[in-house]
T-cell receptor
């Protein structure tokens, strides 16, 4: 079946602009995660959605970052007023409830110039 | 809070030789443990996981790992590597009964030489 998909695969933006990154999880997966992979920080958890529960936003690095998940499916990660330190690969993962096995998408490479 | 330390940033090895990638974790609560592999320009793929039960876990592509609670380790092993195993490997933990969010180690690059 179809895996986790992310778009765009690459995004180049100018410092100060807003960007939106999209994640389509595997159908039926109730849990959705966003992670960031950068050279300096490695792989970091950003945010977690589970069904209709309040999201766990504890990993978001600043209030410029936000995310939403509509209809329990597609998720969008928004970064406002991008900075050069936001340059990274943003990975999305989804998981069936309570299996603790996360399936990762190919990522979106964000470059802020 | 949990943390993960991968003791080697790079491991060079010749084809058909055995390999061990080391992982130690720190946690005040019970954890679940995972190994993921990342091939160039791709996302992460689960190799194996330990949730409970037998401490020796077998995964895909001939990899296995052993959970050692007393030494807080979860080392990854393969008896004979192939060129195609060249990739970056990540050890990760999540607190049991929690959201499932993963805390990753810094990664180990496995370089298999012919």
């Amino acid at each position: 079946g179809a895996g986790v998909s992310q778009s765009p695969s690459n995004k180049v933006t100018e410092k100060g602009k807003d960007v939106e990154l999209r994640c389509d999880p595997i159908s039926g997966h109730t849990a959705l995660y966003w992670y960031r992979q950068s050279l300096g920080q490695g792989l970091e958890f950003l945010i977690y959605f589970q069904g209709n529960s309040a999201p766990d936003k504890s990993g978001l690095p600043s209030d410029r970052f936000s995310a939403e998940r509509t209809g329990g499916s597609v998720s969008t990660l928004t970064i406002q007023r991008t900075q050069q330190e936001d340059s990274a690969v943003y990975l999305c993962a989804s998981s069936p409830d309570r299996t603790y096995e996360q399936y990762f998408g190919p990522g979106t490479r964000l470059t802020v110039t | 809070a949990q943390s993960v330390t991968q003791l080697d940033s790079q491991v060079p090895v010749f084809e058909e030789a055995p390999v061990e990638l080391r992982c130690n974790y720190s946690s005040s609560v019970s954890v679940y443990l995972f190994w993921y592999v990342q091939y160039p320009n791709q996302g992460l793929q689960l190799l194996l996981k330990y949730l409970s039960g037998s401490t020796l876990v077998k995964g895909i592509n001939g990899f296995e790992a052993e959970f050692n609670k007393s030494q807080t380790s979860f080392h990854l092993r393969k008896p004979s590597v192939h060129i195609s195993d060249t990739a970056e490997y990540f050890c990760a933990v999540s607190a049991s009964g929690n959201t499932g969010k993963l805390i990753f180690g810094q990664g180990t690059t496995l370089q298999v030489k012919p």
